[in-house]
């Protein structure tokens, strides 16, 4: 009996240091593939940092007339509102605004510092890149930018109606 018992516990500490070893190798917390990608995130740039350039000869599509265009999307957690200038089908973004996102979180942040009013610039139109943690802000924000297009959109239509008679 007392050499079952020894063995027992001998093979529960050779187990145990076993397990223990197999995980000292790594920093971080999870697996080998998530202490690898935070390793490789702290060497490299962060993406926040960098500047949104913008063509400025780029002009958006189609026939979009003269003015200030306002449109709405769904984000997060409330509505996301941009205001667009129109001039000779150069889109520039006057305001970006939410109600309700959660603060502390891309989308938030994004909203506040400009970035995506530097986004909407760069691609004169909804085409912008989605933020990491603002994928839903994101959407809404291009929702928004569509919106407030196709106003101008309908704008131009009718100037052109209105100027063939």
Same mark, same amino acid.
């Given at each position: ?19 223990? =070893?197999?995980?000292? /190798?790594?920093?971080?917390? =999870?697996?080998?593939?998530? %202490?690898?990608?935070? $390793? ?16 400025? +000869?780029?002009?958006?599509?189609? &026939? ?5 265009? !306002?449109? !709405?999307?769904? +984000? ?10 129109? $001039? ?11 109600? /309700? &996102? ?11 510092? =400009? ?9 004169? =139109? ?6 990491? +943690? %603002?994928?839903?802000? !994101?959407? /809404?924000?291009?929702? %928004?930018? &569509?919106? *407030? ?5 309908? *704008?131009?239509?009718?100037? &052109?109606?209105? /100027?063939?008679?």
């Amino acid at each position: 009996m007392m050499k079952r018992t020894a063995a027992a516990v001998c093979g529960a500490a050779v187990l145990a240091a076993g397990m223990t =070893g197999c995980s000292a /190798g790594f920093e971080g917390s =999870g697996s080998k593939d998530a %202490a690898s990608a935070e $390793q490789l995130a702290m060497r490299l740039d962060d993406p926040w940092a960098q500047e949104v350039q913008a063509d400025q +000869g780029a002009k958006a599509e189609g &026939e979009l007339a003269d003015g200030v265009y !306002t449109g !709405t999307g769904k +984000g997060m957690e409330g509505l996301v509102t941009v205001k667009l200038l129109v $001039q000779d089908n150069r889109i520039s973004c006057l305001e970006t605004a939410q109600e /309700g &996102e959660s603060q502390s979180r891309g989308g938030y942040e994004a909203i506040r510092d =400009g970035r995506f009013a530097a986004m909407i610039e760069a691609a004169q =139109g909804a085409g912008i890149d989605a933020i990491s +943690g %603002a994928t839903i802000t !994101t959407a /809404g924000v291009r929702q %928004a930018v &569509e919106d *407030a297009l196709s106003q101008a959109e309908a *704008a131009a239509a009718k100037q &052109e109606q209105g /100027g063939s008679r």
